[in-house]
């Protein structure tokens, strides 16, 4: 049955952005509104005459002084859309169960379904916010005509999965974006204030996107130790910046950041401004693609044939691969026209005029003859499946066609299996030092022996467990806790007969390293420099 979630994207290309609600804001301040109240159907205005005064509603009088709607509604504006977005949700829900009651007794369209349906419901439109000039220092080309203001906490595990989501964006509008990081470091989030500062810090030393990304690559252990550790990596001055860390040197630049998003009514994060426009909560690449696109389309930096559209050719999407490596996701499409399936990797051609131009985990987006085109994942009776943007696991999505051993001769095993593969998202990503690397696997040895054989045995192998290592330089340089289960180092699996975490260490570039602990799978990321 096709969920109504899934024609999200054809309904916000329905929509549109709007351009014209603009909620001002100059030096962190808030200016006032009047809202307009729109005169009855039935209301005349007196022939020979133009009525331009605009129709004020007030709501209270204080010490005969008025209040109107707008005086209230300056403050709040934010929290207003955020109910007007739920009402949205609500109706989609509503609105999703009769499409499906639709579809279930409709059996004569079970080829193509979609072609049934025809959805005219549009989200609210978001307020835009006009920020202020700031000298803070942008992630990206400082020329881009499209910035997006990131308002996060660092101890967020929201905003740890929203990393990915910033990187595959740098990536797809690479010139055309940049970044600009606010501080609201939430008032459960004991160290967000102390990693707030340590990010700032590291600016001193030209490397704040680094450390950044470090923070992120493990929220649990923020702590002035934990700084340091990634400033060593990083090369830092290590007296410098511990003199910055101590002295809480950019308190109140992260206080103003505070209140700025006080006075704007923000809530909990991440939340995000893109050119201004309200984009609450965590989403998806392509939930952003929309806005992005939206604004570089407003501004006319893109050429018209280039907006992407939802395509009409003949070609379902199967299932996706997504890896932190571009050049090694895959997409699986299968030819309506010729009823061949066949696996493509980006800048790969699906027929002499379709080239593939990005993988995502719920769509790809095509070159279709000079125009971008997307094609959304589909499930086995043509429906869009679209994962939750919260959820942090799902790194292969596969659809679930019957049959599908027969209809192509290039599926791997993994993909012809019907079960959902899944896996850690990353978060942030650690640099580490080759040269303090090689000088640690001097000592493998000895680093070796705090590996034990776990109890647990699988097909004749024990899994290996860490013990006793609080105080070894190497593993906490990793993040890694004593009773850590080591499960996976990139793709090969850990035991007692096979431990490719050495090998790794010294021949590959990009590690990711997945640990059991206490029970919760933990994912790390590191960069050899």
Not at 75 to 87: A, N, S, V
Not at 143 to 171: G, W
Not at 227 to 235: C, H, K, R
Request: glycine fraction near 4%.
């Amino acid at each position: 049955m096709i969920k109504f979630k899934h024609f999200a994207y054809c309904i916000l290309i329905l929509s549109g952005c709007d351009s014209s609600t603009d909620l001002s804001t100059k030096d962190h301040s808030l200016n006032s509104e009047t809202q307009h109240q729109e005169l009855p159907e039935n209301t005349q205005t007196p022939q020979g005459s133009i009525d331009s005064t605009p129709q004020i509603k007030i709501v209270a009088r204080l010490a005969g002084k008025p209040v109107s709607m707008a005086d209230i509604d300056t403050g709040i504006k934010l929290r207003l859309f955020d109910l007007e977005w739920r009402k949205y949700e609500l109706r989609r829900t509503a609105l999703n169960a009769k499409i499906d009651t639709h579809l279930l007794h409709n059996e004569n369209l079970n080829k193509r379904p979609e072609e049934s349906v025809e959805v005219y419901l549009t989200p609210p439109k978001p307020p835009r916010i006009q920020f202020p000039k700031s000298k803070r220092q942008v992630k990206g080309n400082p020329d881009a005509k499209v910035t997006l203001a990131v308002f996060c906490s660092y101890q967020s595990s929201h905003c740890a999965r929203l990393q990915p989501v910033i990187h595959a964006l740098e990536e797809q509008y690479k010139g055309a974006i940049n970044f600009s990081f606010y501080d609201f470091p939430q008032s459960f989030h004991r160290y967000a204030m102390s990693a707030a500062n340590a990010v700032h810090c590291a600016t001193e030393f030209a490397a704040p996107w680094q450390f950044q990304s470090a923070i992120y690559a493990d929220i649990s252990q923020l702590d002035n130790e934990r700084y340091l550790t990634i400033a060593n990596q990083l090369g830092f001055d290590k007296t410098a910046f511990s003199n910055c860390i101590n002295a809480f040197k950019y308190k109140h630049q992260i206080e103003a950041d505070i209140s700025f998003g006080q006075q704007l009514g923000l809530g909990n994060v991440p939340i995000l401004f893109i050119n201004g426009l309200y984009v609450k909560g965590p989403q998806t690449v392509a939930g952003f693609s929309y806005y992005i696109d939206e604004e570089l389309s407003r501004l006319n930096t893109v050429n018209s044939a280039k907006k992407p559209v939802i395509t009409q050719l003949p070609i379902r999407l199967l299932a996706t691969y997504v890896s932190n490596r571009a050049e090694e996701s895959t997409a699986i499409v299968h030819d309506l026209e010729t009823d061949q399936i066949h696996t493509f990797k980006v800048d790969e051609h699906l027929s002499d005029n379709i080239k593939l131009v990005s993988i995502e985990e719920t769509r790809i987006q095509v070159d279709h003859k000079g125009q971008l085109q997307f094609i959304f994942l589909k499930d086995g009776l043509g429906s869009q499946a679209q994962t939750s943007s919260d959820d942090a696991t799902t790194e292969i999505i596969a659809s679930e066609p019957t049959n599908i051993e027969t209809r192509g001769p290039l599926l791997s095993n993994e993909a012809k299996t019907t079960k959902k593969h899944r896996e850690l998202k990353q978060g942030g990503e650690m640099s580490l030092s080759s040269t303090w690397i090689e000088a640690q696997l001097s000592q493998r040895g000895e680093l070796e022996k705090f590996f034990y054989a776990a109890e647990h045995e699988v097909e004749g192998v024990h899994l290996l467990k860490l013990n006793d290592i609080d105080k070894q330089e190497f593993y906490k340089t990793l993040g890694l806790q004593s009773g850590d289960v080591i499960l996976r180092v990139n793709e090969e699996f850990v035991h007692d007969a096979h431990n490719p975490l050495w090998d790794a260490l010294q021949n590959e570039s990009a590690i990711k390293l997945l640990v059991m602990r206490k029970g919760y799978p933990v994912r790390y990321d590191y960069k050899i420099k």
